[in-house]
């Protein structure tokens, strides 16, 4: 017997599309896309209402799924393609599914222009700290010393911080929680969708299969456990001292701001720019009547 939770999914599921799915046994993703069907269906929004883009990746694979209208696009480029989709259809909920190299390395600039302009896009950013699909190779978010396929010997960059980069670049919202708090992540989830601009949702998730057999972390169920364990309420995290804030992830709402949308201030340059045009045309028709008249008048009198 299906629970009503089962069922949900299953409603916004492709009938045709045959099953198991493309990931690993245990792998967050998943979760991360029955978390955001039932912040659709939480929200009572209309299937064909909603528009969900990815790029290429792990977490590109969603889409084959989910009964929307979908847009499997180029590596990077989803909130290009997105952004023209918002501009063309205003009136469509579009949501940008990425993985954190599609999102903030190959569309990294994509990612800061689009929330400096504040479109009204929901980015779900699922990070995994490692590129899954093409073999383990670091990301722009995998954490200093880590080891992967490319850095066998331990990672020496810097990661980027998704939240802080976020609101610099100028997102109205902004929140981040994980695959193990998966009430949480819809909360965020449906949050983001509601704002009116652009909204980021970072789902911290894991890689176990690459990211994990590299760094000896265990099984999915251990990389689950551990999210649990060092995933820690903002307010938690703010009242801890900087040397005990190493090792562990907040999570929350870090930021959430009214400020004028993309397509709105848009759709008001049309508008002006149609009333200048039109303007000049009156006034260009009336000039060409007094021209006429003048002419007429010097006719007649000749």
Request: with cysteine.
């Given at each position: 017997m299906k629970t009503r939770q089962e069922t949900t999914v299953y409603k916004y599921l492709r009938h045709r599309k045959k099953f198991p799915n493309v990931w690993c046994a245990g792998c967050?993703?998943?979760?991360?896309?029955?978390?955001?069907?039932?912040?659709?269906?939480?929200?009572?929004?209309?299937?064909?209402?909603v528009a969900i883009l990815s790029g290429i990746g792990c977490s590109g694979r969603m889409l084959v799924y989910m009964d929307f209208n979908t847009m499997h696009t180029t590596h990077?480029?989803?909130?290009?393609?997105?952004?023209?989709?918002?501009l063309a259809r205003p009136d469509l909920h579009v949501i940008v599914v990425m993985g954190d190299g599609d999102a903030l390395a190959i569309g990294g600039n994509h990612f800061i222009h689009a929330a400096r302009?504040?479109?009204d896009l929901t980015a779900i950013v699922v990070n995994n700290e490692v590129y899954g699909m093409t073999g383990g190779q670091y990301s722009p978010t995998t954490p200093l010393?880590?080891?992967?396929?490319?850095a066998p010997y331990g990672h020496i960059?810097?990661?980027?911080?998704?939240?802080?980069?976020?609101?610099?670049?100028?997102?109205?919202?902004?929140a981040r929680s994980t695959v193990y708090h998966v009430q949480e992540l819809q909360r965020f989830i449906e949050?983001?969708?509601?704002?009116?601009?652009?909204?980021?949702?970072?789902?911290?998730?894991?890689?176990?299969?690459?990211?994990?057999?590299?760094?000896?972390?265990?099984?999915?169920?251990?990389?689950?456990?551990?999210?649990?364990?060092?995933?820690?309420?903002?307010?938690?995290?703010?009242?801890?001292?900087?040397?005990?804030?190493?090792?562990?992830?907040?999570?929350?709402?870090?930021?959430?701001?009214?400020?004028?949308?993309?397509t709105d201030l848009y759709r008001d340059l049309v508008r002006r720019a149609k009333e200048v045009v039109r303007a000049q045309m009156e006034q260009k028709a009336q000039e060409q009547e007094r021209e006429r008249q003048e002419k007429e008048a010097v006719l007649h009198e000749g």
């Open positions: 967050g993703i998943g979760i991360v896309m029955g978390t955001l069907i039932r912040a659709i269906d939480a929200l009572g929004l209309d299937q064909d209402k990077g480029r989803a909130l290009a393609f997105a952004t023209g989709l918002k302009r504040n479109i010393g880590a080891r992967t396929a490319t960059e810097q990661p980027f911080p998704i939240t802080e980069l976020s609101i610099a670049a100028g997102a109205a919202f902004v949050k983001a969708i509601q704002k009116k601009g652009f909204s980021v949702v970072e789902a911290v998730s894991y890689c176990h299969t690459t990211f994990g057999r590299a760094n000896s972390l265990g099984t999915a169920v251990d990389m689950m456990r551990r999210l649990k364990e060092i995933a820690i309420p903002l307010a938690a995290w703010e009242r801890l001292p900087q040397e005990e804030r190493a090792g562990k992830i907040p999570r929350g709402i870090f930021h959430d701001e009214e400020k004028p949308e993309y």
